[in-house]
């Protein structure tokens, strides 16, 4: 392990240099296990946040108070430390620069980590394509509170610097004051006046609470999006991906 970051109270970025790691995808997670010493051991599933052209590993992991994992992640690991990971894991919830666009992003919570890599790695590759603009993407990101926000400066940058890239933020319990933007959770008005027009066939990817993933897929395919093009990845009960 590299380094430990910190995005917003209750999540961290950590980063690690993996030997020998074959490279994945934007949307793949890997599967990261703990070992006692009494030999007891847990595993967790956390999404890839960095972008397949990082030469580094990054997972963002938010700590839950119940959990067995999140904690020592986000509150005890130090640089040095090893830990076992296993993967990249998915093949369905991923986004290849090849795959093309225009991409509407729908994150809830955590659920914006494999969106941002797909964020990344859209950048990264964007001076290999010839027509930025069939790359133009969106991102709707529901968080609780301004100070929730995780990417927020880097999520703000990117959108400063490129015009191809849209973040619409969402807050659902309190805002800052003078904040202009929505604030209620994602609902059938917000997605008819963000999505991208069905006739242009975007490539969709919503990622969050299951309650949130749920809604927000079925009324896109409601809206007139090919559900074929709706992809999802939700959190088990353990927080956990599992994409549909």
């Known amino acids: 392990m590299v380094s430990v970051n910190p995005e917003t109270a209750r999540t961290r970025t950590v980063v690690f240099d993996v ?15 703990l070992t006692a010493g009494d030999g007891y051991q847990t595993e967790r599933s956390y999404s ?33 430390d090893q830990i076992e990971l296993r993967g990249p894991i998915g093949g369905y919830f ?13 994150g809830g919570g955590s659920g914006i980590v494999p969106l941002m890599a797909m964020i990344r790695h859209r950048q990264a590759s964007l001076a290999s394509v010839p027509n930025a603009e069939t790359l133009k993407t969106r991102l ?6 301004w100070e929730e926000i995780i990417y927020r400066d880097e999520l703000a940058r990117l ?35 963000t999505a991208w027009p069905v006739s242009e066939s975007p490539r969709i990817f919503v990622c969050g609470p299951t309650p949130l993933v749920e809604s927000v897929a079925g009324t896109l395919v409601e809206l007139g999006h090919d559900p074929a093009l709706v992809k999802t990845e939700r959190f088990g009960p353990t927080g956990s991906p599992s994409s549909q």
């Open 159 to 193: 959108g400063a610097e490129d015009p191809t890239l849209e973040v619409v933020h969402t807050l659902t319990r309190s805002a800052p004051e003078g904040w202009s933007g929505f604030r209620r959770r994602i609902d059938r008005e917000m997605l008819a006046a």
């Open 48 to 80: 890839i946040a960095s972008a397949p052209n990082d030469p580094r590993l990054a997972l963002t992991i938010e700590r839950l108070d119940d959990g067995e994992v999140s904690p020592y992640l986000t509150e005890e690991l130090r640089a040095g």
């Open 94 to 106: 991923v986004w290849d620069i090849e795959t093309g666009g225009p991409l509407l992003l729908v």
């Open 140 to 145: 709707l990101y529901s968080s609780r509170a």
């Open 19 to 33: 030997p020998k790691w074959p490279g994945h995808r934007a949307g793949q997670h890997v599967d990261v296990r």
